[in-house]
């Protein structure tokens, strides 16, 4: 049995104990040590039902063995507790004295959840290794790619021969030419795409717009990782 088991992107379940599960004389701190929890995970107490219970206590009940009223304990045999707050929790059987001499208590600091980083955008070669060219056909070069918010378009060229401008899509079509400051001229000229939606690029040196050296394009929202886990109340 593994410790635990991975029950989402962002959330894992512990069995607690693994195969032992919860039961008497089982060092519950040497099994918690080392391990990570994190608000939106869940803890497994697995027992044979009637012999064991688990009640959530304060660290001062938890220090006792002082055992809280029945009504508060969950007997069920299979109790999974949701992490829903980050901070420390303390659990222990109050089954006769368990908690006292059988070592059935547990003690463990939940962390934030912590969003992993969004995975970083592409660099993508218009035309790969053509680069930005006369007589290459640029939609179909596009045709199937897939740009998302964050990519990066890097325009590849001799300088001097050719440039880049962003237009919008009626420049597009008639391969109207912006005001000359408008132009990028690098040669290695690099755009990040940070928004989602269509995007222009043309060629204003003399009639090479009209020649085919333009190119459009849709960028999509990048994906996102799934929200944390909603607040579960226990």
């Keep these: 049995m593994v ?12 069995i607690v104990g693994d195969d ?14 080392g391990k990570e929890f994190v608000v939106g995970d869940k803890l497994v107490f697995r027992y044979p039902p009637g012999k064991h219970n688990v009640f959530r206590v304060n660290g001062t009940v938890f220090q006792q063995c002082m055992i809280p009223p029945a009504n508060e304990g969950l007997t069920s045999g299979y109790d999974v507790i949701t992490l829903a707050t980050p901070g420390r929790k303390w659990y222990i059987c109050g089954v006769g004295k368990h908690c006292e001499t059988g070592g059935m208590k547990l003690f463990i600091n939940v962390l934030p959840y ?9 660099v993508i070669m ?37 440039n880049v401008f ?13 005001t000359a400051n408008k132009a990028l001229t690098s040669g290695y000229d690099v755009i990040s795409l940070e928004t989602p939606g269509r995007k222009w690029y043309i060629c204003g040196v003399g009639k090479h717009c009209l020649m085919g050296l333009k190119l459009f394009i849709n960028v999509l929202p990048r994906p996102s990782y799934p929200p944390p886990p909603p607040p579960y109340h226990y």
């Design 126 to 162: 218009v035309g790969d290794d053509k680069g930005w060219t006369l007589n290459f056909d640029y939609q179909a070069w596009a045709y199937g790619k897939q740009f998302f918010v964050g990519d990066k378009l890097v325009f590849r060229y001799p300088v001097g021969k050719h």
């Design 20 to 33: 032992k599960g919860w039961t008497l004389n089982f060092d519950y701190q040497a099994w918690a040590y």
């Design 114 to 122: 912590s969003k992993p980083p969004a995975p970083s955008g592409k």
């Design 166 to 178: 962003r237009v919008d899509g009626s420049s597009f079509q008639q391969c109207a030419i912006p």
């Design 3 to 14: 410790a635990a088991i991975a029950t989402s992107v962002s959330s894992k379940e512990f």
